[in-house]
């Protein structure tokens, strides 16, 4: 089984500072790993994932992220936020077997202020 | 053109009542599930169906009853609703069980009272 921690509930910043949003998970096997956005009243929409190769990986909107695997960590960045950025955001992991479910973290709520 | 269009968005109901959410995904994928996502934001999984069949059952009570009578539909049936069903339910498809992420539907916002 597979289970992910945002280690930051809340995250407040300021317009075109830049952010990064925590996340460690916890596998016994080999993962696939997620970053999710949900703006309020919709449903939820990849931001990116890593499956394989680069651990370097780019999204929509600006936002990367790097899997380390010795820290069991896929964070998320933006350079510059803007105002529009202003969302909850979900780390999600899926084990390599088949059959294996994805599992959400807790969210992360990014407000950005002018 | 909606990928995964989820009926409907609200519902408001009474205690004891009997309701059900459709789902739809356009997307020919195999794998449809059901999350719950409660007031605190965090997401659970219920269901998982992968081309028709269940896969993926957690411990939810038995009033909630999945059915899909076709893999571009899962369908999630709630017999005598209680006050703490009240949440948003999303439905979800991904192309198989394997390495791909899974699309969301918009929700539907269950309250109870």
């Known amino acids: 089984a597979q289970s992910v921690t945002q280690l930051d509930s809340q995250v407040p910043v300021f317009e075109e500072a830049p952010v990064e949003l925590r996340c460690n998970y916890s596998s016994s096997v080999s993962v696939y790993l997620f970053w999710y956005v949900q703006y309020p009243n919709q449903g939820l929409q990849l931001l990116l994932k890593?499956?394989?190769?680069?651990?370097l990986v780019k999204g929509i909107n600006g936002f990367e992220a790097e899997f380390n695997k010795s820290q069991t960590s896929f964070h998320l960045r933006k350079p510059s936020v803007h105002i529009s950025d202003t969302a909850e955001y979900f780390c999600a992991v899926r084990g390599e077997t088949s059959g294996s479910r994805l599992t959400f973290g807790e969210g992360t709520q990014l407000t950005v202020n002018p | 053109d909606t990928a995964v269009s989820q009926t409907p968005k609200y519902l408001v109901t009474q205690m004891g009542n009997d309701k059900s959410i459709k789902c739809e995904q356009n997307?020919?994928?195999?794998?449809m599930y059901w999350y719950k996502q409660d007031s605190k934001k965090f997401l659970k999984i219920m269901f998982s169906?992968?081309?028709?069949?269940?896969?993926i059952n957690e411990t939810v009570p038995n009033r909630f009853s999945p059915k899909s009578p076709d893999k571009a539909h899962l369908n999630l049936h709630i017999n005598s609703l209680e006050l703490g069903d009240s949440a948003v339910y999303f439905c979800?498809?991904?192309?198989?069980?394997?390495?791909?992420?899974?699309?969301f539907g918009q929700g539907t916002r269950l309250t109870v009272v």
């Open positions: 890593y499956l394989s190769g680069s651990t």
């Open positions: 169906y992968n081309n028709k069949e269940l896969i």
């Open positions: 997307l020919g994928h195999d794998t």
């Open positions: 979800a498809s991904s192309l198989n069980q394997g390495r791909t992420e899974a699309f």
